[in-house]
């Protein structure tokens, strides 16, 4: 079996209706690879912790034959476009994403800068910034640049893209984790930043090619960053207004991650 076909299969694994990134995983530990699981009997997934007859039905009915269609195109893209798909097993898939048990199973990845860069940054805030958030926003990442972190933000209005743009402006690296697929800029305007990061950092997202913004994805994709990717810190810039910061900050106590504020006193 070569390194395209397990690929395949792992793509696959991961495009199945009702199947997230925790039953993945278990079917993993199982199978002992997604090829296995692909081919199990009904009767050999029904012994499988967690998977009951609706589960075994998808794995083995019509659907399976979709995913492997879907995940062929996805692989066909990927190439064309320079994407890397990192499945939870491969070197270069976050080592400290793993530590979170519903972690995406798959990344969706184009860019230059290493995942696994020992200092990393999430910034995050308000859509709706004002000056002042701004200012301290671009503030930090001057006096961290020298430490050549990578900044890693949401690639939003406001604050996620005020930080790309410092971090580009400092000669850093720096990640935009997306809510939609990477051929599915979102929000557009901001197209011209993200064609830097792209040779200067990168774009990630757990969504597969074609997926559409949806309001569903945004609380998912705001901890990627913070409490997945990075190491130690999480950098909430003040604004008059911290919808998108609120969401973030019981996900980031959940998960153990150290959540510092800003305020006046930066």
């Known amino acids: 079996m070569n390194e395209t076909d397990t690929l395949l299969h792992e793509v696959a694994l991961t ?67 320079g994407v890397q798909l990192l499945f939870y097993t491969s070197k270069q898939f976050p080592a400290r994403l793993k530590q979170i048990p519903d972690a995406p199973a798959l990344l969706y990845y184009q860019g230059t800068a290493d995942l696994n860069q020992p200092k990393t940054l999430a910034i995050v805030g308000t859509r709706q910034a004002t000056d002042y958030g701004r200012e301290q926003t671009e503030r930090l990442i001057k006096g961290v640049a020298s430490h050549k972190p990578l900044i890693v933000s ?66 998912s994709i705001t901890y990627t960053p913070t409490t997945k990717l990075t190491k130690s810190i999480r950098y909430l810039a003040k604004t008059h207004e911290i919808a998108t910061s609120l969401i973030q900050r019981p996900k980031g106590s959940r998960r153990g991650s150290k959540v510092t504020l800003g305020s006046s006193s930066v």
Do not use: C, W
């Open 154 to 219: 949401g690639l939003a209005y406001g604050i996620d893209i005020a930080a790309h743009r410092a971090a580009l402006q400092e000669g850093l690296d720096t990640v935009g984790v997306m809510a939609t697929g990477l051929d599915v800029l979102y929000p557009a305007v901001h197209r011209k930043t993200a064609e830097k990061m792209l040779t200067q950092g990168g774009l990630l997202t757990e969504f597969p090619f074609g997926t559409q913004p949806d309001k569903y994805n945004f609380p």
């Open 15 to 81: 495009l199945f209706p009702n199947i997230g990134p925790q039953l993945t995983r278990q079917l993993m530990s199982y199978g002992g690879s997604a090829r296995n699981v692909l081919h199990l009997p009904p009767g050999k997934l029904l012994k499988i912790p967690g998977v009951g007859p609706a589960t075994a039905a998808i794995l083995t009915g019509a659907e399976r034959g979709n995913a492997l269609r879907q995940a062929e195109a996805s692989l066909r893209r990927a190439e064309k476009d």
